[in-house]
């Protein structure tokens, strides 16, 4: 039976919900552009020791700004555009087709009762989210 995208992505959160699951975003092209920034504006107002301060500086708040705050699956799921929910939404489908059921409660049911499909569809969704958003995953509170 088919199941429509916003379906699955509730599924998807209920299931990184159970696991506590958080995610964080690198954002180390952003950090790079602190640095340089600094490090020139450095060597503006002072000169070779300006760009080494600046350089210095950058790159502390550089690395500050990429840690990332990590934010609840949940909610970064329910954030990601149409596109994105679409492409998820095609790699878990293929896992839970095979299940047979009738409503979405059914199915959350079916899912939240079998570990191994669980599994699964955790590995569909760790890997959408640390190769194609690039996040760190964190579990537990």
């Known amino acids: 039976m088919p199941i429509h995208v916003n379906d699955m992505m509730q599924l998807l959160c ?12 690198r954002h180390s092209g952003r950090g790079a552009l602190v640095a340089g920034a600094t490090a020139f ?3 503006l107002v ?10 210095a500086v950058g790159g502390l708040l550089g690395a500050w700004m990429t840690s990332g705050q990590f934010k ?8 990601l555009p149409p596109v994105e929910q679409h492409r998820l939404y095609e790699d878990a489908y293929a896992i839970v087709r095979e299940l047979d059921w009738t409503d979405l409660a059914q199915l959350t049911a079916l899912v939240m ?3 191994a499909i669980q599994q699964k569809l955790l ?6 989210l640390t190769s194609e958003l ?8």
């Open 14 to 25: 209920r299931v990184s919900e159970e696991q506590k699951m958080k995610a964080a975003f």
């Open 41 to 43: 504006v450095g060597g």
């Open 46 to 55: 002072g000169g070779p020791p300006g760009i080494a301060v600046g350089g």
């Open 72 to 79: 609840p699956i949940p909610q970064i799921i329910l954030e």
């Open 113 to 115: 009762g079998n570990t």
């Open 123 to 128: 590995g569909v969704l760790m890997n959408y």
């Open 134 to 141: 690039r996040a760190e995953i964190r579990y537990g509170d």
